[in-house]
């Protein structure tokens, strides 16, 4: 028996939970059919854990205790998030079969909160891609149209909640991982400000530009799982010590007197002209609602790919030295000294988008090289900062296209590395800058959902919550469901 | 000093474990001698997703250190990433400070052989993580044990003052005190708490630039880098005279030959790839922080010889080994402080209490002796309590914890002083032997002492004998 | 600035350091991929920034340090479990060669 997931959003579930109208072992095994019944379509997830989501489930229910608005609900777990006891392989082969023997904060976070983790999703390996298809495991689809890409890194966690196999997952994003594929499915995602969701247990490909963040179906869904997520940690010292507000505190549907910063450069070359004129309509309509809008300036950000690309692949090539066939995980076999083991393990156990931004990186942070890229690259970071900086001064928000297109078919971009890059180009300057940004569909261009990008100041993730509210209970897009809605 | 018409060029990096309780970045224990990895969890094994957080102790351990060596304490730090593979570096990278060092601009004063004072000059020092161990078997396999993982180190870079192998053996003799008086660590050299690596060059008198440099790192004896740098010195000349040219090389030290053997020529500079660590949150240090540290960094080893000397009248070789250790410096002032007489309290320290760590094969911090009770039977034998014979007994028991008073006056071992008690038995002894009376007065000498000995065995031995000596004599002029 | 060119030399040397193997093929591939990208980064030469700091974090936490207080997880049999090679409480490894590593 399946359970569908597009009719009730987390307080209705709540809701149900709270009355005995279905128990958390009902929901949790209609979720894992729900998976059953359309993963060979999605191709969502990279595995699935029922026995130990069924026993939390039955113990939740025993309990009886759904005081918690999670308590009792399933969730999908990006791949690359530490689950103790439960394979974790950052669609990688040189982790396959690797069982964390602890749990990332936010899997902890959801677990005290009764949360049922149902499965671990696929993603672009460590979460490099753009399109789901660096996986080593299986490719995702899109949940709107099959033969397009779900969008990356966390292409598994979107197409899971927008093709209704769970209400909620959790992504990461350090380029724009949760944002784009929540474009691209048409659902709700949010980058966290840097600092502001524990990265403990996320396996970590750029440390400085990585956050946790949530897909939902809706706004006010989202605002309730990152307030489940967020919060210092003692065991990340990246961690913001601010005390985690009440984000669905500004969930009015008002944004009379907002004001919003639309800037030009967001607009530019390489934005799908279709793309672009379904924004300005979200935008008109925002501004229709009482918002201010002004064009503003975002001078560096032509700039910002080339430096996310040297700073990301940089970190990256270090935090991924760890694969080395020692401790755990893959090693490769006939080998013959430790060298041969290093060598084969990681040639034999990565990718080639791995390897890519591995060598990148390295050559990055070599020698001859640090000062005319990485270092410069980090300088360039600032100046993006700055340009943000200024806007915000006057600003509250600001607000363009998520992706510079639609979802693009399986396999059309991925032999294309320098393609794929600049599909990230509205994207990156939030990582770099450490800003909250939010993905929400608005609207659809050739039967596939456009995103609308919402930019806030620094730990201002209410007012980046309040606007995309608005703006979704405007337009109502949340009604439209995609075909595979229909199989549940 | 040189070979024959080279001058020689030595640097040192001295990398010091610090005692703290737990990892640079992980809680696990610092413990040395445990089961292998039994002091290791996910971070320790750079598990996918985990994230350091440095200690704090082990920070303020690095600034005294940095305050010691009389280093700028920088005010800010960001962490550093060393890349490099290796099977005891989990990460495949070092957290280290080599953009942001907990301190800079340092020196030490080394007294050398002919007593002159040479400044060597300290670049830089790092907080840093030590890495585990790996062990070769015969079997085809290398084993690895994490322990020593991330145990807290901090790094000492000399600039290349150092002129001879002499003065690099007294250089790090000194530092190694210098540490020591940190309290940051015991620099047991046995168990590899303090390890260099050294490079040196050498070239033509007057050239003014240095010749090419060759590297040995990681060892752990003082002797060891004596008689590598010797060797090398010689070694580098019979190349250069024989018109060759040094290679940039690291070489390794090898024991039974005392000579060096390469392990691999370099070609060019190693590529570490530092960056900062973006894992780590930065280090302001303002200067009530150092301030802080400052106050809890104990007094160096030279400001308490000259203490002793200068104001206790302490011998200076005396004083060289009070200040041997840490522990027992802190212990003999601490006896001092009790209100023992410095010299036989550094006396009874040097002579008895040193046989005794050494006949035990004990650390002073490991024996039952505190500083009040040695000040104690100290005070004893001074105020004539006990004589010094006595006070043998006393020694033993108060090194198994008894209270040297207490002990004194259970066993009996209590001198009798009092006038009273004396003058009847010196009164009853003079009346029975006036042979002896008539020969003290005829000046024989021995005639006290055989009174003497027949108070002791009316005492039992107990009569204090200065005092029973001056009041028999008073008594004999008497009469 | 001039562009940047990496040769096939260089790509192999950067595998080197990576522990990266690649056939002559892979290696034709990755170094006019790496060239590619490369030229993209070229374009921040066009950009001043004598005199902007670099931003390596954006990290609003400072001094998030741990108290030196000592905690033993005890995850010492997990960890061995997990590794492809233990023996006695040790990780097994193919031999090191003289000379390898740091």
Do not use: C
């Not at chain 1, 989501?53 to 205790?65: C, M, R, T, V, W």
């Not at chain 1, 959801?110 to 490099?128: C, H, I, Q, Y």
């Not at chain 1, 995602?189 to 400085?208: D, E, I």
């Amino acid at each position: 028996m399946t359970f569908n997931y597009f009719e009730h959003d987390l307080a209705s579930l709540h809701n149900q939970l709270v009355n005995r109208e279905i128990t958390a072992t009902e929901l949790t095994e209609a979720t894992i059919d729900n998976i059953a019944n359309t993963d060979e379509q999605l191709q969502a997830f990279i595995s699935t854990n029922p026995d130990e989501a069924l026993a939390q489930a039955k113990l939740i229910d025993e309990k009886g205790n759904f005081d918690n608005v999670l308590t009792g609900i399933p969730v999908g777990l990006k791949d690359n998030l530490a689950t103790k006891g439960i394979q974790t392989t950052g669609a990688s082969h040189i982790l396959e079969g690797f069982k964390p023997i602890y749990n990332a904060t936010v899997v902890e976070k959801l677990s005290n909160s009764g949360a049922v983790s149902v499965g671990k999703t696929n993603m672009d390996e460590f979460a490099m891609g753009g399109s789901t298809e660096t996986s080593y495991y299986k490719k995702t689809t899109n949940a709107w149209d099959h033969s397009k890409v779900p969008g990356g890194s966390s292409g598994g966690s979107a197409s899971a909640v927008a093709g209704g196999q769970v209400p909620f997952a959790l992504g990461s994003d350090t380029g724009g991982s949760i944002r784009q594929p929540a474009a691209f499915n048409g659902i709700v995602g949010m980058k966290p400000t840097y600092g502001r969701v524990s990265r403990w247990g996320l396996f970590a490909m750029a440390s400085s530009l990585d956050q946790i963040g949530p897909f939902t179906r809706t706004v006010k869904d989202n605002a309730t799982v990152l307030s489940a997520i967020a919060g210092f940690d003692a065991h990340d010292s990246t961690a913001s010590q601010r005390e985690v507000p009440d984000f669905s505190a500004k969930l009015t549907g008002d944004v009379k007197g907002l004001k919003i910063a639309v800037p030009k450069e967001y607009f530019g070359e390489g934005i799908d002209p279709k793309v672009a004129k379904q924004v300005k309509a979200a935008i008109a309509q925002l501004e229709a609602l009482g918002a201010t809008v002004d064009e503003v300036s975002l001078p560096h950000t032509k700039y910002g790919v080339a430096a996310y690309y040297i700073i990301m692949s940089s970190e990256a090539s270090s935090n991924l030295q760890r694969y080395d066939g020692v401790r755990y995980g893959f090693r490769a076999d006939d080998v013959k000294n430790l060298e041969d083991l290093y060598v084969k393990t990681r040639s034999e156990g990565f990718g080639d988008e791995v390897k890519r931004r591995i060598m990148l990186g390295t050559f990055s942070l070599s020698a001859g090289a640090y000062d005319a890229f990485f270092k410069k690259a980090a300088k360039i970071r600032t100046l993006l900062i700055e340009d943000f900086n200024k806007v915000f001064e006057k600003y509250d928000v600001i607000v363009g296209p998520t992706a510079p297109t639609v979802a693009y078919g399986l396999g059309e971009e991925v032999d294309d590395p320098t393609a794929m890059y600049l599909a990230d180009v509205l994207t990156i300057p939030v990582n770099l800058a450490g800003l909250p940004g939010l993905s929400v569909n608005a609207g659809f261009v050739d039967g596939l959902p456009v995103g609308l990008q919402i930019i806030g100041k620094p730990f201002d993730e209410e007012t980046v919550y309040q606007t995309g509210y608005a703006y979704e209970q405007a337009s109502h897009l949340f009604d439209q469901h995609p075909d595979i809605a229909k199989k549940y | 000093m040189g070979t024959g018409n080279f001058e020689t060029t030595i640097g040192l990096e001295v990398h010091v474990e610090m005692q703290t309780n737990s990892k640079l970045l992980s809680p696990s224990p610092v413990h040395y001698g445990d089961e292998p990895n039994e002091n290791t969890n996910v971070i320790d094994f750079g598990y996918p997703g985990v994230l350091p957080v440095a200690n704090k102790g082990a920070l303020e351990y690095g600034m005294r250190v940095a305050l010691a060596l009389h280093a700028t304490v920088s005010p800010f730090i960001r962490w550093d990433r060393k890349n490099y593979f290796y099977p005891d570096n989990p990460k495949a990278y070092q957290t280290t400070q080599s953009q942001t060092p907990i301190g800079t601009n340092g020196y030490l004063d080394v007294t050398l052989e002919d007593g002159t004072v040479k400044r060597v000059r300290i670049k830089e020092m790092h907080v840093e993580e030590d890495a585990g161990k790996n062990t070769h078997g015969s079997d085809g396999y290398s084993y690895v044990d994490l322990n020593r993982q991330g145990t807290p180190l901090i790094e000492i870079v000399s600039e290349p003052d150092i002129a001879s192998p002499e003065e690099a053996y007294a250089y790090l003799e000194q530092l190694r005190q210098a540490v020591l008086f940190t309290g940051v660590s015991e620099a047991k050299m046995q168990e590899g708490q303090m390890r260099a690596d050294v490079n040196i060059s050498i070239r033509p008198y007057g050239s003014d630039t240095f010749g090419t440099k060759v590297e040995m790192k990681n060892i752990n004896s003082f002797n060891y880098v004596r008689n590598a740098l010797i060797f090398e010195e010689k070694r580098q000349a019979e190349v250069l005279r024989a018109g060759g040219e040094i290679r940039q090389e690291t070489r390794r030290y090898d024991e039974p030959t005392k000579s060096t053997i390469l392990m691999r020529v370099k070609e060019g500079a190693d590529d570490y790839r530092y960056f900062p660590e973006p894992d780590l949150s930065p280090v302001v240090i303002d200067q009530t922080w150092i301030d802080e540290v400052a106050a809890s960094l104990p007094k160096s080893a030279g400001d308490r010889r000259n203490h002793y000397v200068n104001d206790l009248g302490i011998e200076p070789y005396d004083a060289e080994v009070l200040t041997q250790t840490l522990a027992m410096a802190n212990f003999y002032d601490d006896t001092i402080a009790a209100g023992a007489d410095p010299k036989r309290a550094a006396n009874y320290l040097i002579g008895d209490v040193n046989a005794y760590m050494n006949k035990h094969q004990v650390e002073l911090q490991d024996t039952e002796l505190t500083p009040e009770h040695l000040a104690g039977m100290v005070k004893l034998i001074e105020d004539g309590t006990i004589s010094t014979k006595q006070a043998k007994q006393v020694f033993e028991a108060i090194m198994t914890g008894e209270e040297p008073e207490t002990f004194a006056k259970a066993h009996g071992l209590v001198q009798l002083s009092d006038p009273d008690v004396l003058l009847a038995w010196i009164t009853e002894v003079l009346d029975n032997n006036p042979q002896s009376i008539e020969d003290f007065k005829g000046g024989k000498d021995r005639a006290t002492g055989y009174l003497i000995g027949q108070l002791m065995k009316m005492s039992k031995g107990q009569a204090n004998p200065s005092v029973l000596n001056k009041l028999l004599l008073a008594e004999l002029n008497k009469r | 600035m001039a562009e940047t060119t990496i040769t096939r030399d260089e790509v192999a040397h950067v595998a080197g350091l990576a522990k990266l193997a690649f056939n002559d093929a892979e290696l034709d591939q990755f170094t006019t991929q790496l060239s590619d990208i490369l030229n993209i980064f070229d374009t921040l030469s066009e950009v001043g920034t004598d005199n902007v700091d670099p931003t390596y974090s954006v990290t609003e936490t400072v001094n998030h340090l741990r108290d030196d207080v000592a905690d033993n997880w005890g995850q010492k049999q997990e960890l061995l479990d997990n590794a492809p090679l233990a023996a006695a409480g040790l990780i097994k490894v193919p031999a090191i060669l003289d000379g390898e590593g740091e």
